[in-house]
């Protein structure tokens, strides 16, 4: 199955590119909390201000770049290859800017522009599949290119913590901005344009007839759920690394091997949940996965302990994997008809979730301490999953997987 896909124009060119910009994204990512806080000076409410401004930004762009390139004849190749050198400048930024407030700026805007990119990759990467005659693989399609996502994330905190110390944090930037623009090249010789018919009129359609979140439970309650465990997950993401480095005194290549023991259990893991989707509704995988989640934060406060926090790990994993892997599918499932909006929905979650898990996890780590923190997150998600117990129980059809 996998050997058809490779025959698909430029298929092989976003599994390469998705694995590189997993890789160099994950050089940075798991230290970059470190670097803002110890090195420039941040506070966590500031650097959890970073990157809520951050995920503002990546919002915004994200749905201008979204709604242009599907309704005007615009190249997703410029609009890609524009976007990768934006996220290069994004982390050069280091090298010349030091005061906080300007990095924060700055660094919120040209992570905005930077956004684009994996969003117009799996596009342009669908409208190949449409055109080839594997239409028929493109959920399975479009699964390897998150998987390898995933893989590339597995080795990037690896490398940046020889970067790290062999470096500094010069080495960690200069990685990542290298394999971003290894990436733009191999856009700018080796992708082939596509043919293709923007349709706009079903998209119109779907945001005048979709049904109002607000007056329908049925929608606002799983919103909701999401929101929170997303919130959850940030709360982590925030303070892991201080966590490990100032409250358990750990090295900070710690922080790293972490970040790829989870990513790389993430593989596996979606591969049986590919199985297990068949057999189990999503909600009930969704109340398995915030159970995962729950314990692991919760453990994280309980043992104190870096060994409890790499076996912890596993639970993490599958945590995400259910989260990210059946999310999109979960609203498609309340909203069969409405495949555009169900999408939309997830994604406002997920930004909402990274907005208001930045900000609180900065305030609660000050408030309560990093040693209490995570019980905050644990709390978060154990709220989330009640919320999911009481939507309704949506059945996982082989027509509702093909909108």
Same mark, same amino acid.
């Given at each position: 199955m996998f050997s058809a896909l490779l025959h698909i124009k430029n298929y092989k060119l976003f599994v390469v590119n998705m694995m590189l910009l997993g890789m160099g994204i994950a050089i940075t990512v798991p230290y970059l909390v470190l670097f803002a806080t110890n090195d420039l000076g941040m506070t966590s409410t500031q650097y959890g201000l970073l990157l809520a401004l951050a995920a503002i930004s990546q919002f915004i762009m994200n749905t201008i770049v979204a709604r242009f390139s599907d309704t005007h004849n615009i190249n997703r190749k410029l609009i890609i290859i524009a976007a990768l050198f934006m996220g290069a400048v994004s982390f050069s930024i280091y090298f010349y800017i030091h005061e906080i407030w300007i990095f924060i700026a700055m660094y919120a805007i040209f992570q905005g522009c930077f956004a684009p990119a994996m969003p117009q990759m799996y596009a342009s990467a669908r409208e190949s599949i449409n055109a080839s005659a594997s239409r028929n693989k493109a959920k399975f399609a479009n699964a390897v290119l998150r998987s390898m996502f995933s893989f590339g994330f597995l080795f990037g905190p690896l490398i940046g913590a020889l970067l790290l110390s062999a470096n500094g944090y010069s080495g960690l930037f200069g990685g990542t901005i290298t394999i971003i623009i290894f990436t733009l090249l191999l856009q700018v010789f080796f992708f082939k344009d596509i043919k293709t018919e923007h349709a706009v009129s079903d998209v119109n359609h779907v945001e005048t007839t979709a049904p109002n979140m607000l007056r329908d439970k049925s929608l606002f309650i799983p919103f909701l759920a999401f929101i929170l465990l997303h919130i959850g997950q940030w709360m982590y993401t925030l303070n892991m690394p201080l966590f490990v480095t100032k409250y358990l005194n750990e090295p900070e290549g710690f922080v790293g091997g972490l970040a790829s023991l989870c990513a790389g259990l993430e593989v596996p893991?979606?591969?049986?949940?590919? %199985?297990?989707?068949?057999?189990?509704?999503?909600?009930? &995988?969704?109340?398995? =996965? @915030?159970? *995962?989640? =729950?314990?692991?934060? *919760?453990? %994280? +406060?309980?043992?104190?302990?870096?060994?409890?926090? !790499?076996?912890? /790990?596993? !639970?993490?994993?599958?945590?995400?994997? %259910?989260? &990210? +892997?059946? @999310?999109?599918?979960?609203? /498609?499932?309340?909203?069969?008809?409405?495949?555009?909006?169900?999408?939309?929905?997830?994604?406002?979650?997920?930004?909402?979730? /990274?907005?208001?898990?930045?900000?609180?996890?900065? %305030?609660m780590s000050q408030w309560v301490g990093l040693g209490n923190v995570f019980f905050v997150s644990a709390g978060s998600i154990f709220i989330g999953m009640v919320l999911i117990f009481f939507t309704k129980d949506q059945k996982f059809t082989e027509e509702s997987m093909s909108n």
């Open positions: 893991f979606m591969v049986i949940l590919g %199985i297990l989707s068949a057999k189990m509704t999503t909600r009930a &995988l969704l109340m398995l =996965g @915030g159970l *995962f989640g =729950g314990l692991f934060y *919760f453990s %994280i +406060g309980m043992f104190e302990s870096l060994a409890m926090m !790499f076996v912890g /790990q596993v !639970f993490l994993a599958i945590f995400l994997a %259910i989260l &990210l +892997g059946l @999310g999109i599918s979960y609203f /498609q499932d309340i909203l069969p008809d409405f495949p555009g909006y169900a999408s939309t929905l997830f994604a406002n979650a997920m930004v909402i979730g /990274q907005l208001c898990g930045n900000l609180l996890g900065g %305030i």
